[in-house]
């Protein structure tokens, strides 16, 4: 079996039919879709790591028995929920299995409602674990090892397309966003994924350093340069060497130091401080800013040259309100990456909580849904989304036809990524009729190759 299947499948195994018949029909009942198997070597034939639901199996059962069974399951899938039935006289060896990774037990005789709560609740683990293992496959697809630019909104699938083009040209580039909105992770992505990948990665702040020092973090500096130059600097430039320099808030940069940046990349070599020698480069130099340099330089804040000069490849991140359909994703992501450094799990976020989400302005961009969802996975159900007084926002400045759109396009790419682009599956999970499934993709821009 697949992942592509509904997570409501039980596999039912015991050797007697009357409990299979009985058990079976409980939760059919109940919802879910069950498979009956009578051994458990009947039930390992039907089993893999993407089993899409759970197993419900009886300890007592010729050949192999149910402790056995578990032990199994859990080398194909260490994640995938067993429950045990039990009679009066094996509760101890439950209890053991549990300890081993068994989900839980009943003991017999049990009632329908026990059994449905057990399950239910093993089902919505499996479904967290499948809908995470589901997340990480499409994270990795869009870009692997090292940074990554993540969502599949059209601005930023055509952020990538740009890098791509750009990655492994020489030409210098203009990153403009927002703070918060990921502006070193692009030029780490642009770094990592050019020709200059094997090279050192430099970056700078130029507001963070002072006028009087950035000089000759930049340039370097010889011994006795000036009074406390007590021995030789490299500079950022020289350290960046075949490789990029990474100059963030450009826009600080002192109007005398522009002058000299703009020789360096016109000539591509520098003179450290104190020497006369120049130092020729190879370099990319990657610049990024919050504020339109152009108006800068129109108001005489900054050299137009200088920016016309970085200007040859401009890159723009949008805002994250501007791109709400990647909220999802990027919550789930840095959900993923919070419980792993803090061995937590990752609550399921409920639709309410999600609303919230997709309906706040995000001034802090993506800086602050990275905060918000490692706040989520320490503080589990005690934490609330509740924007509103922060910054004046909150789902009400959305009407609601745009709360619902926002949450039915969540829906449908939620549904398209379980099922891995399935239209079929898609449909079926949904309840939707094809044509209607195929209207509202179109509506929203989806594409199944996208969820692949």
Known sequence: MSAESSARQILL????????????????????????????????????????????????????????????????DPDLPVILITGHGDISMAVSA?????????????????????????????????????????LEAQGGIGPRIIGNSARIQQLRG???????????????????????????????????????????NCG????????????????????????????????ANGGTLFLDEIESMPLSLQVKLLRVLEERAIERLGSNELIPLDLRVVAATKVDLKELSERGEYREDLYYRLNVVRLEIPALRDRREDIPMLFQHFALIASAQYQKEVPQLRPEQLSELMAHSWPGNVRELRNIAERYVLLGAVFSFDFSGQDGTS??????????????????????????????????????????????????????????
Request: aromatic share 6%; glycine share 6%; hydrophobic share 40%.
């Open 13 to 76: 195994v015991d050797d007697e039919k009357h409990i299979r018949v009985a058990a079976g029909q409980t939760l059919e009942l109940a919802g879910y879709d069950v498979v009956a198997a009578e051994s458990a070597e009947a039930a390992l034939a039907l089993l893999d790591a993407d089993w899409p639901g759970v197993v419900v199996s009886d300890i007592n059962m010729p050949g192999i028995d149910g402790l056995e069974l578990q032990k199994r399951i859990s080398e194909i």
């Open 162 to 204: 740009m890098i791509q083009q750009i990655a492994d040209t020489p030409a210098d580039i203009l990153i403009q966003a927002e703070t918060g909105s990921g502006k070193d992770l692009v030029a780490r992505y642009i770094h990592e994924h050019s020709n200059r990948r094997d090279k050192n990665f430099v970056a700078i």
């Open 98 to 138: 549990m300890r081993d990774g068994a989900y839980d037990f009943i003991e017999k005789p049990f009632s329908s409602e026990l059994l449905t709560d057990v399950v239910r609740r093993a089902v919505e683990k499996r479904n967290l674990t499948l809908e995470n293992r589901q997340l990480k496959k499409a």
């Open 395 to 452: 789902s009400a400045n959305l009407t609601l036809p745009e709360q619902v759109e926002q949450f039915e396009r969540f829906v449908l790419q939620e549904a398209l990524t379980r099922n891995n682009g399935s239209l079929k599956l898609t449909q079926e999970n949904l309840g939707l009729p094809r044509k209607t499934l195929y209207d509202k993709m179109k509506k929203y821009g989806l594409d199944k190759k996208d969820y692949k």
């Open 208 to 239: 963070a350093v002072p006028e009087n020092l950035i000089e000759s973090e930049l340039f370097g500096h010889e011994k006795g340069a000036f009074t406390d130059a007590k021995s030789r600097r490299i500079g950022k430039f020289e350290h």
